[in-house]
């Protein structure tokens, strides 16, 4: 079946760092990709997404690639804040599984002043 | 005017008593969640609701039961509550077919029993 795998944390990062978590999955047929963040004591929220290969999803300075070929959803950030300290979800959906979204174990991030 | 709130926000409580969490979502979703997330951020899916049909019902015990009055109200009744429950519970909603996967989630219910 399809399934999520992620980068295990905790990440730590001092600020101003690059950031990149790791996101690969495997899937039966052509699914939507998803970052989605989780600020301590809060629910998630969707960060990005794509919907098809080669799509690159952005917000709030955060980018992933839609890699077919590698099938991966590699999650980047050019220079990290403290308040990006978070859990992050990689997730996937297709029409096949009727959309419901098949979760990664989240990467926790940490980032030091 | 928050989107999906759950109540209440933090339950404590005792092996054996029963207890619920309420969500209501004023997004006009159709569809509704429950998630499971323990100590280490796994996320599990419990139930799913679409316009008060339940549509997913995971492997979890029958202590557990959904109730959905109407298509902005889903509520989890917990019977016999046992130390493995203790969790955050997340409810969330969508759109009925979500193409864009895009779920919104509440403030999460901590459950903690003793």
């Known amino acids: 079946g399809d399934s999520v795998t992620q980068m295990e944390g905790p990440v730590t990062l001092s600020e101003e760092a690059f950031l990149t978590i790791n996101c690969t999955y495997t899937?039966?047929?052509?699914?939507?990709l998803f970052w989605y963040v989780q600020y301590p004591g809060e629910g998630l929220q969707l960060l990005l997404k794509?919907?098809?290969a080669d799509d690159k999803g952005s917000n709030k300075g955060f980018e992933a690639t839609y890699r077919k070929e590698t099938t991966s959803f590699h999650l980047e950030k050019g220079s990290v804040q403290v308040s990006d300290s978070a859990v992050y979800f990689c997730?996937?959906?297709?029409?096949?599984?009727?959309?419901?979204?098949?979760w990664g174990a989240g990467t926790k991030l940490i980032i030091k002043p | 005017d928050t989107a999906v709130s759950q109540t209440p926000k933090y339950l404590v409580t005792q092996m054996g008593n029963d207890k619920s969490i309420k969500c209501e979502q004023n997004?006009?979703?159709?569809?509704m969640y429950w998630y499971k997330q323990d100590s280490k951020k796994f996320l599990k899916i419990m139930f799913s609701?679409?316009?008060?049909?339940?549509?997913i019902n995971e492997t979890v015990p029958n202590r557990f039961s959904p109730k959905s009055p109407d298509k902005a109200h889903l509520n989890l009744h917990i019977n016999s509550l046992e130390l493995g429950d203790s969790a955050v519970y997340f409810c969330?909603?969508?759109?009925?077919?979500?193409?864009?996967?895009?779920?919104?989630f509440g403030e999460g219910s901590r459950l903690t029993v003793l």
């Open positions: 997730a996937l959906s297709e029409s096949r599984s009727n959309y419901q979204l098949i």
């Open positions: 969330a909603s969508s759109h009925r077919t979500s193409i864009t996967g895009e779920l919104f």
């Open positions: 899937a039966t047929g052509y699914p939507s």
């Open positions: 609701y679409n316009n008060k049909e339940l549509i």
């Open positions: 794509a919907t098809k």
């Open positions: 997004l006009g979703h159709d569809t």
